[in-house]
């Protein structure tokens, strides 16, 4: 028998094909092809995310990937929940509303600061501020400047804003107690 007539034959090559692919969907139906992502996992994950108007207010493809260990709350609780089931190589798009993402803008973290208290330094509106409040320091954004008052937002620049991502789960390291699921 000349084998290699037998493996040469498109129709041998076809049929080869079909099984192999059979085989594979059959394995990735299953959940044997990918961990899939659980609480408790470390990930590396490329995002894009973008607001509601599709102005892009970061993304990191193309650069070093985000780690973060799901549930640790190192990131938004949306971008979380998001990441959640998702397997190796996926890619998702998911929409998140404010309270899953920097809150809603709170009118508290709006105030007024005399000009004086700036000494000789000009300040503009779209200028970015820092000013330490319980030993750490936070920034704000000038809004608005009067004659002797600034207007300083110290709110997230994303606060109340609904935000659109585009994610990318590149390796999965399993924590301890989770499970991949199938």
């Given at each position: 028998?000349?084998?290699?007539?037998?493996?040469?034959?498109?129709?041998?090559?076809?049929?080869?094909?079909?099984?192999?692919?059979?085989?594979?969907?059959?394995?990735?139906?299953?959940?044997?092809?990918?961990?899939?992502?659980?609480?408790?996992?470390?990930?590396?994950?490329?995002?894009?995310?973008?607001?509601?108007?599709?102005?892009?207010?970061?993304?990191?493809?193309?650069?070093?990937?985000?780690?973060?260990?799901?549930?640790?709350?190192?990131?938004?609780?949306?971008?979380?929940?998001?990441?959640?089931?998702?397997?190796?190589?996926?890619?998702?798009?998911?929409?998140?509303?404010?309270?899953?993402?920097?809150?809603?803008?709170?009118?508290?973290?709006?105030?007024?600061?005399?000009?004086?208290?700036?000494g000789n330094q000009t300040v503009k509106a779209g200028m970015v501020v820092t000013r330490t409040e319980n030993g750490q320091q936070i920034q704000g954004l000038?809004?608005?400047?009067?004659?002797?008052?600034?207007?300083?937002?110290?709110?997230?620049?994303?606060?109340?804003?609904?935000?659109?991502?585009?994610?990318?789960?590149?390796?999965?390291?399993?924590?301890?107690?989770?499970?991949?699921?199938?």
């Amino acid at each position: 028998m000349d084998y290699k007539k037998i493996i040469l034959n498109p129709n041998f090559l076809l049929a080869a094909a079909i099984v192999a692919g059979v085989i594979y969907v059959s394995y990735d139906v299953f959940g044997g092809s990918a961990p899939i992502v659980a609480n408790g996992d470390t990930v590396q994950v490329y995002y894009m995310g973008k607001l509601s108007n599709g102005t892009v207010f970061g993304s990191n493809f193309g650069q070093q990937p985000l780690t973060f260990t799901v549930g640790a709350n190192q990131v938004i609780p949306g971008f979380d929940q998001a990441v959640i089931g998702m397997k190796l190589n996926s890619t998702k798009s998911v929409t998140i509303p404010p309270d899953q993402a920097y809150g809603a803008v709170k009118p508290s973290l709006i105030v007024q600061v005399p000009l004086a208290e700036f000494g000789n330094q000009t300040v503009k509106a779209g200028m970015v501020v820092t000013r330490t409040e319980n030993g750490q320091q936070i920034q704000g954004l000038v809004t608005a400047v009067n004659g002797s008052n600034a207007t300083l937002n110290f709110n997230s620049p994303l606060a109340g804003q609904t935000l659109n991502f585009e994610i990318k789960v590149v390796s999965i390291q399993k924590g301890r107690g989770s499970a991949s699921a199938p």
